[in-house]
């Protein structure tokens, strides 16, 4: 049997691999660009002009490649989450290239991420050796349907959920190696990570190149993965809490919306502009500053994230001053909606 590599060893090989990930990322993305799948600006466009989109085809190859070839470098033998999670990861990609090209009805879309999420929750419960159970089937799918749907609704300005995604993909890896996770947890998060840092130059501050769904909802059923592994690792506390506290900066906006127009009737499943770093866009803030302003709530989470799981402090605590940071930022939204002509909340 070979020898697995030494430390110094291991971390070259890791990061000669991440680093080329994230080369073939970018290459794939300008090869995306000439396939010319354009995203037509409609009323609820941010954009002015056509842009090409089908960029999280080069985030999902450089995934669903570079991942098996991590793990194979540490010796790591793939166990049944590890399959299901790629295998419902290409599923869901190729489902939502398809969409992006030729959209399709809101059920069938809610359908292809219910599968993905079940097949991703089953292997994660098969891998940990204690039961599928049916109430713990349910709540994990749903936390991955959510996180697919939120973080295709939040990415409707450039660099947004990309860059928030990278950040949150970075403090997982980081997290996991203090914690000595394995190179399935870790790896993961730093694969995604490198697929995005490849593709976010065409994307951030000027979009040449737009995920589409194929990207986001991929984005956010690895998140959502990544954060069920951390919530069973015995030496991070409150693991259940990590993830949403990284993304609670997107967990707020998209609950905060939702809620407010459940409220004024209008409909929830109908798309829509009154998120509010829309809102925040339309009432004149450039867009480049409204997604740094979401990558610092992000950056803000993930260091609560490891505070939390780390040190063992309050997850509530923590998550009351993040959504004091959430509200304050919403306030100053809301005062410059009002002071725009022409523009209602």
């Known amino acids: 049997m070979t020898p697995p590599p030494s430390t110094h060893d291991g971390a070259a090989l890791a ?25 037509y600006p409609g009323s609820r466009s941010a954009h002015a002009a056509p842009v090409p989109k089908g960029g999280g085809l080069a985030i999902l190859t ?58 991703v929750a089953w292997g994660g419960m098969a891998a940990s050796g204690h039961g599928v159970t049916l109430p713990g089937l349910a709540w994990r799918m749903l936390w991955l349907v959510m996180l697919c749907n939120v973080l295709n609704f ?31 947890t870790w790896g993961t998060a730093l694969l995604l990570a490198a697929g995005i840092a490849g593709f976010l ?15 986001s909802q991929c984005c956010g059923l690895v998140l959502g993965a990544l954060g069920l592994h951390m919530a069973t690792m015995p030496r991070l506390a409150h693991g259940t809490a990590l993830m949403p506290l990284m993304l609670c900066g997107l967990l707020a906006d998209v609950g905060l919306t939702l809620l407010r127009r459940a409220w004024l009737r209008r409909p929830v499943m109908q798309a829509h502009r009154e998120h509010v770093y829309q809102m925040a866009h339309r009432a004149g803030l450039p867009a480049p500053f ?35 940071l959430q509200l304050a930022w919403t306030v100053v939204v809301a005062r410059l909606v009002r002071r725009t002509p022409g523009l209602h909340w």
């Open 290 to 324: 409204v997604t740094l302003q979401a990558w610092g709530a992000t950056l803000c989470g993930a260091l609560a994230a490891m505070v939390v799981g780390l040190h063992g402090a309050r997850p509530a605590m923590s998550l009351g001053v993040l959504l004091c």
């Open 15 to 39: 990061a000669a691999l991440l680093v080329g990930a994230a080369a073939v990322a970018a290459l794939l993305s300008r090869r995306v660009i000439g396939l010319h799948v354009m995203d």
């Open 154 to 184: 939040m990415d409707g300005l450039n660099g947004l959920a990309s860059g928030c995604t990278l950040i949150a993909a970075l403090a997982t890896a980081a997290l996991c190696l203090m914690a000595q996770g394995g190179v399935e």
């Open 201 to 215: 130059p065409f994307n951030f501050p000027h979009a040449r190149l737009f995920m589409g769904d194929v990207g």
């Open 62 to 119: 450089v995934f669903v490649i570079g991942v098996p070839l991590l793990q194979r470098m540490f010796h790591h033998h793939p166990d049944v989450g590890d399959v299901t999670l790629l295998a419902a990861t290409a599923w869901l990609g190729l489902f939502s290239w398809r969409d992006d090209m030729r959209p399709m009805p809101p059920l069938w879309k809610l359908g292809a991420q219910c599968a993905a999420g079940m097949l």
